[in-house]
């Protein structure tokens, strides 16, 4: 009788673990297929494609509605998941209506702060996931830009200069992280060439950093200018990729 009841309770382990790996797949499945919707509604709006940015919207609604389903139960515990979905829900829709009234730099605004909540979800609950690790490196990467970006060597501020000098190694560390990540292709629907330029691109944004840093060394402010800004285009392209941009024809 005892083996019986033990192998019922085996069983039924089983089952409840192989029901809470087909939730998890599920669950990250439809945090990819937001993301695919939703990074070209932040890119489009950035390059100011109003009409294409349009066109993505209802299936970045759609994909968000998509994904608060398939949530797993232990995050809608306690107010965390509540005011995240509250802030991501009145983000989207105000995008919606700036996108349709046609002031695309406030829809990219309001749409930046997506990712950075969904990460702080993820991250809550020990999801790693890739696309978390590079909206990491946005932060100090963007301040780093936005010191440089413009200026002539007259223009660089010691103030600049500074700013630069302070984000740099935040910036280097975060892109290490990035480096060290093992990522499946197939999980975050990447084809073969887009797995191939990832892997370039993250070697190519670490060369760029060394870069910087040794412009910092030198004290060459024209350098400075041209590597701090240089460090964005790459991110930006591998950004990109986890988004498909199909969906905005």
Same mark, same amino acid.
């Given at each position: 009788?005892?083996?019986?009841?033990?192998?019922?309770?085996?069983?039924?382990?089983?089952?409840?673990?192989?029901?809470?790996?087909?939730?998890?797949?599920?669950?990250?499945?439809?945090?990819?297929?937001?993301?695919?919707?939703?990074?070209?509604?932040?890119?489009?709006?950035?390059?100011?494609?109003?009409?294409?940015? =349009?066109?993505?919207?209802?299936?970045?609604?759609?994909?968000?509605?998509?994904?608060?389903?398939?949530?797993?139960?232990?995050?809608?515990?306690?107010?965390?998941?509540?005011?995240?979905?509250?802030?991501?829900?009145? =983000?989207?829709?105000?995008?919606?209506?700036?996108?349709?009234?046609?002031?695309?730099?406030?829809?990219?605004?309001?749409?930046?702060?997506?990712?950075?909540?969904?990460?702080?979800?993820?991250?809550?609950?020990?999801?790693?996931?890739?696309?978390?690790?590079?909206?990491?490196?946005?932060?100090?990467?963007?301040?780093?830009?936005?010191?440089?970006?413009?200026?002539?060597?007259?223009?660089?501020?010691?103030?600049?200069?500074?700013?630069?000098?302070?984000?740099?190694?935040?910036?280097?560390?975060?892109?290490?992280?990035?480096?060290?990540?093992?990522?499946?292709?197939?999980?975050?629907?990447?084809?073969?060439?887009?797995?191939?330029?990832?892997?370039?691109?993250?070697?190519?944004?670490?060369?760029?950093?060394?870069?910087?840093?040794?412009?910092?060394?030198?004290?060459?402010?024209?350098?400075?200018?041209?590597?701090?800004?240089?460090?964005?285009?790459?991110?930006?392209?591998?950004?990109?990729?986890?988004?498909?941009?199909?969906?905005?024809?």
């Amino acid at each position: 009788m005892l083996r019986v009841i033990w192998l019922l309770m085996a069983g039924l382990v089983l089952v409840l673990a192989t029901v809470g790996c087909q939730r998890q797949a599920e669950t990250w499945d439809a945090m990819v297929a937001f993301d695919q919707a939703y990074i070209p509604a932040l890119a489009l709006t950035s390059q100011q494609q109003g009409e294409q940015a =349009r066109a993505v919207m209802p299936r970045v609604m759609t994909r968000w509605q998509d994904l608060q389903q398939q949530i797993p139960a232990p995050w809608t515990r306690g107010e965390a998941w509540a005011h995240a979905t509250t802030e991501v829900t009145t =983000r989207l829709q105000r995008a919606d209506t700036l996108i349709a009234d046609g002031h695309l730099n406030e829809a990219h605004d309001a749409l930046e702060g997506v990712r950075d909540v969904l990460m702080a979800q993820r991250r809550a609950h020990d999801i790693d996931y890739f696309v978390d690790r590079l909206t990491a490196f946005h932060e100090p990467m963007e301040a780093i830009v936005l010191a440089a970006k413009g200026k002539s060597p007259a223009m660089l501020t010691d103030a600049d200069l500074a700013t630069i000098r302070q984000q740099l190694p935040d910036a280097q560390a975060r892109w290490h992280a990035v480096e060290m990540a093992r990522i499946d292709p197939e999980r975050y629907r990447l084809s073969a060439e887009q797995a191939n330029q990832l892997k370039t691109g993250i070697t190519q944004e670490a060369t760029a950093l060394q870069a910087l840093q040794a412009a910092l060394d030198r004290g060459d402010r024209q350098r400075i200018i041209q590597t701090a800004v240089a460090i964005k285009p790459v991110f930006s392209q591998l950004f990109m990729l986890f988004g498909d941009f199909t969906l905005a024809k």
